[in-house]
């Protein structure tokens, strides 16, 4: 069964930074693109960041870019997203995903349970 | 930056169609999907490369994609269907969301 579940959320300072982590098991990690995905209280889905299945390309939302870092560990099945110089507009829910057939650039076909980030003083 | 609209709600009564549409400039040369996201749980894929349903996805879920605008057509709706639900698709390597429609079923 595939599972994926999110964790590092939690509050921070506006300026601060968080590291979530999303543990990855029942599918070969290492074979599929991965997604940072998010939701603002009450709002829709916002793409945030992909990579590919080796890391080696890595692709930002302009809202992030240059603040945020997606990267994975292969040997640990986990997937990561720094998350720096945050700001009240990136408090949401973060939900990581996999894509569909591996590549980046296909649909989302499973999903965690989400992690909630909080930017606030 | 590419952008996806899609009507804020659909009513649709038990039993009967509902259709939602998302609208991109020139939508029908990508691959459009859809999700399916009910209070408090995080979305589920439905349609994928504009048609094609996931494995437990129902018959009832179909989807279509032509010029500017995809659709996806609930058949037969059940009140187990009430939910946002979102279409998707890619711009240079990047992922976009529609604006999100929430169905109503009376």
């Known amino acids: 069964e595939v599972q994926l579940v999110e964790s590092g959320g939690g509050l921070v300072q506006p300026g601060g930074s968080l590291r979530l982590s999303c543990a990855a098991s029942?599918?070969?990690?290492?074979?599929?693109?991965m997604y940072w995905v998010r939701q603002a209280p009450g709002r829709g889905l916002e793409y945030v960041s992909a990579?590919?299945?080796?890391?080696?390309?890595?692709y930002y939302a302009n809202s992030v870019k240059g603040r945020f870092t997606i990267s994975r560990d292969n040997s640990k099945n986990t997937l990561y997203l720094q998350m720096g110089s945050l700001r009240a507009e990136d408090m949401a829910v973060y939900y990581c995903?996999?894509?569909?057939?591996?590549?980046?650039?296909?649909?989302?076909?499973?999903w965690g349970q989400g992690t909630m980030v909080t930017v606030s003083s | 930056s590419y952008e996806l609209t899609q009507p804020p709600s659909v009513s649709v009564s038990p039993g009967q169609t509902a259709s939602i549409t998302c609208s991109g400039d020139?939508?029908?040369?990508?691959?459009a999907c859809w999700y399916q996201q009910k209070p408090g749980q995080s979305p589920v894929l439905v349609i994928y490369?504009?048609?094609n349903r996931p494995s437990g996805i129902p018959e009832r879920f179909s989807g279509s994609n032509s010029g500017n605008t995809a659709t996806l057509t609930i058949s037969g709706t059940q009140a187990m269907d009430e939910a946002d639900y979102y279409c998707?698709?890619?711009?240079?390597?990047?992922?976009?969301f529609g604006t999100g429609t929430k169905v109503t079923v009376l």
């Open positions: 995903a996999r894509a569909i057939f591996g590549v980046v650039g296909d649909a989302f076909d499973f």
């Open positions: 029942g599918f070969t990690f290492s074979s599929y693109a």
């Open positions: 990579i590919s299945s080796n890391g080696g390309s890595t």
């Open positions: 020139k939508l029908g040369d990508k691959y």
């Open positions: 490369q504009d048609y």
């Open positions: 998707q698709a890619w711009d240079s390597s990047t992922g976009v």
